[in-house]
Structures are given as structure tokens and as C-alpha cells.
Nanobody
Framework: QLQLVESGGGLVQPGGSLRLTCAAS????????IAWFRQAPGKEREGVSC????????KYGDSVKGRFSISRDNVNETAILQMTNLQPDETGVYYC??????????????????????WGQGTQVTVSS
């Protein structure tokens, strides 16, 4: 059974850092692009970052460029989102999602029909002083 489990969320002060981990099991991890999305209360889910199944291509939302870094380990079937200089408006639930793709070096940082059909339960990130 396909499973994605996020961890690493928590409470952090503005300007602080967190490292989120997405642990995958039950499917061919290296056949999937991986993305992180987040959803703040009352807002739509937005794409934060994605990484191709090869790990060569990464993409970031405009608001996180230069502060967040995504990586993956296809041997241990994990994906990491390193977040720095977090701000209060980045509070929300962070989800990882898997997108089967035939392309080694492509990931899409958006929700689209037929894509990102598999999700974790999310991890709460709260940025507050």
C-alpha cells in the first residue's frame, strides 16, 4: 500500500528553520516526482517545491526561492524540505505528494488533473513568536 508520511513540523520563531521529511513506502519511489505543498487556514493549497524523479530538476515557489531547499534519496525513499528564515505567513499544514511520471528530469509545481494523486497526512508548521 502506497504511503507517504511527513514529519519534522513544529513551532518555530520567525527567522527560524525546520527540516521536513517525507518517508515513502509501498510504491516505486524513483518513478515519481515529489512535491511539497502547503495550506494555510482559509487558503488554497499552494505548491512550495518539487523535485524530479532523477533529482536533477528542482522548482520553488517564488516566495520561498533562496530560503528553501528540496532533496531526495531514492535509496532510502525519502524527500527532504529544508526551510530557513521562516515567516508567520508560512504557517500551515505541509504535505508531500507523489506524481508518477515517465520523465526523469521533470516535475510540475502545480496541481493538475491526473497528477499528484498520492498524498501524506501533512505536518503542521507554526511560525510564531
Amino acid at each position: 500500500q502506497l504511503q507517504l508520511v511527513e514529519s519534522g513540523g513544529g513551532l518555530v520563531q520567525p527567522g527560524g528553520s525546520l527540516r521536513l521529511t517525507c518517508a515513502a513506502s509501498g510504491f516505486a519511489f524513483d518513478n515519481h516526482a515529489i512535491a511539497w505543498f502547503r495550506q494555510a487556514p482559509g487558503k488554497e493549497r499552494e505548491g512550495v517545491s518539487c523535485i524530479s524523479k532523477s533529482g536533477v530538476t528542482t522548482k520553488y515557489g517564488d516566495s520561498v526561492k533562496g530560503r528553501f531547499s528540496i532533496s531526495r534519496d531514492n535509496v532510502n525513499e525519502t524527500a527532504i524540505l529544508q526551510m530557513t528564515n521562516l515567516q508567520p505567513d508560512e504557517t500551515g499544514v505541509y504535505y508531500c505528494a507523489a506524481d508518477w511520471t515517465p520523465y526523469q528530469h521533470i516535475c510540475l509545481l502545480k496541481l493538475y488533473e491526473g497528477g499528484y494523486g498520492d498524498w501524506g497526512q501533512g505536518t503542521q508548521v507554526t511560525v510564531s513568536s
